[in-house]
């Protein structure tokens, strides 16, 4: 019998999450042992690699980190030809706002990204590995340094690992704590030491050139420690946990405005959107109702709960879909114009004004815009300086519509994905909360813009 100190909820499957909040457990290596730890690595090290990518394809893992690509196609797309070194980098930098699963596997079960970390490189021909953990992890840091090393001394991690002729070595890497880092060719730059600019793809696809230019799989925290238990179980067994194109496991971070916020660790779309704020999470505080939900990170677009959405069946048919019955997974909520993206389901009650929260989601991205893109650069702090006006009771009807105009502008038109990360928020607030937002506009001006630049250019006016 598991006893935690935080008791799953009854419509949890723990996992990824079995030893998170035990009270029976710690990350020394031997506890991990004994509980079963490294048996699936001495499993897969038994088999042919390329088997193991097909177990992995079989179970239909999805990547967790917030794009939701199939993992197990991700490593095909090393180039069969290849004659330079294979890399595996793990993603630890979780940087998307309202996320905090990653951080619980790297305090409390360490061991269990180890080990599947080395089945993945593995499977992929990779001799070298990296974890890259962002700078706010500095604890997280020392245990999973201390857990390597504990890995290497028991023949898991090295020279000749178990004997099968495979070496590998896995090295830690910490970031300096900027969001772009969590955007995988941006990651790379930075563990090569550059300022870390996203690369354009095409060409620069990790798979065939990634760090130093060699191919290289970069997959997630939770992704790589699913990979041990689908080895454990067989692809086709771990397929049958949550629904068709949306299997297994994920862990949902939810915060704001509910009773009892925190981690779940649930079947992919097996619970919907009512049962995980009411049943799992309590619902809202007293004499509070639910207003909105940001799904899958602060990145991604807002839902209100009053929403009835239109999805397309399989055979082509259309069914009616309220925000209540949304299943948690992929498919399902891009199908309602938002995404699962990395699992934080940030929750807004009916005494948050959307000004403020625009307003905050704004400065957070106008801040971490690497810059490297102009509309990214230049929008996402024109952006902010207007939603600034906002919330300060100074903008105007012409500034919700500029702040519109700008999201577009950057919306689709930048290297990597930090320009919709920046823009579908903005885009989807004001679509769906415009008249909120104008009741906090000077009306009596709304001809004339609240803009500094504006008002001097004013003298210029042909009358």
């Known amino acids: 019998m598991i006893s935690y100190t935080k008791q799953p909820h009854a419509r949890e499957y723990r996992l990824i999450f079995k030893n998170v909040d035990r009270e029976d457990w710690d990350t020394n290596i031997d506890t991990y042992i004994n509980d079963g730890g490294y048996e699936d690595l001495k499993k897969a090290i038994l088999m042919n690699p390329k088997d193991i990518t097909e177990e992995v394809k079989k179970s239909g893992l999805r990547g967790r980190g917030g794009a ?54 593995f499977a992929v021909g990779a001799h070298k590995a990296y974890i890259y953990l962002r700078e706010e992890f500095p604890q997280a840091a020392i245990i999973v340094e201390k857990a390597i090393e504990d890995a290497r001394s028991k023949n898991f991690v090295g020279t000749n690992i178990l ?83 949306n299997t297994g496991t994920r862990i949902l971070c939810v915060s704001g405005d509910v009773k009892h916020p925190g981690y779940f660790e649930v079947e992919v779309g097996k619970v919907t959107m009512r049962e995980l704020l009411y049943d799992m999470c309590g619902g809202p505080r007293d004499g509070r109702e639910i207003k909105a939900v940001i799904p899958g990170g602060s990145s991604s677009k807002i839902l209100k709960a009053d929403e009835v959405f239109i999805i397309k069946n399989p055979d082509g048919t259309e069914r009616e879909l309220a925000f209540w019955d949304i299943p948690m997974d992929f498919d399902s909520l891009a199908a309602c114009g938002s995404m699962a993206g ?14 403020w929260v625009l ?6 991205y106008a801040h971490e815009s690497c810059g490297q893109c102009t509309p990214c650069r230049e929008g996402s702090a024109w952006m902010k300086k207007i939603s600034d006006r906002l919330v300060d009771g100074n903008a105007t009807s012409m500034d919700i519509e500029t702040l519109e105009s700008i999201a577009y502008q950057i919306d689709g038109r930048t290297i990597c994905a930090f320009g919709e990360a920046s823009s579908w928020p903005v885009e989807a607030i004001i679509a769906k909360f415009r008249d909120e937002l104008l009741a906090d506009t000077k009306l009596e001006i709304a001809d004339e813009p609240a803009n500094p630049e504006a008002v001097a250019q004013r003298r210029f006016r042909v009358h």
């Open 359 to 364: 307003n905050n989601i704004n400065a957070f």
């Open 163 to 245: 004997g099968s002729g495979f070496d590998l070595e896995i090295y830690v890497h910490r970031g300096a704590g900027a969001y772009i880092c969590g955007e995988e060719t941006g990651l790379i730059e930075s563990l090569e030491g550059k300022r870390p600019y996203p690369r354009i793809k095409p060409p620069y696809f990790p798979a065939a050139l990634g760090l130093y230019m060699c191919p290289t799989i970069v997959n997630n925290v939770e992704s790589l420690c699913h990979v041990k238990h689908i080895i454990r179980m067989g692809g086709d067994e771990y397929a049958k946990l949550g629904v068709a194109r």
């Open 342 to 355: 990395s699992g934080g389901v940030i929750v807004l009650d009916d005494t948050r004004k959307m000004s």
């Open 68 to 121: 939701g690509f199939p993992t197990g196609m991700k490593w095909t797309f090393i180039p069969p030809q290849n004659t330079k070194p294979i890399y595996l980098i793990c993603n630890g930098d979780e940087s998307e706002p309202g996320t905090f699963k990653d951080r619980y596997i790297l305090h409390q079960d360490p061991h269990q990204l180890i080990e599947g970390m080395v089945i993945s490189c």
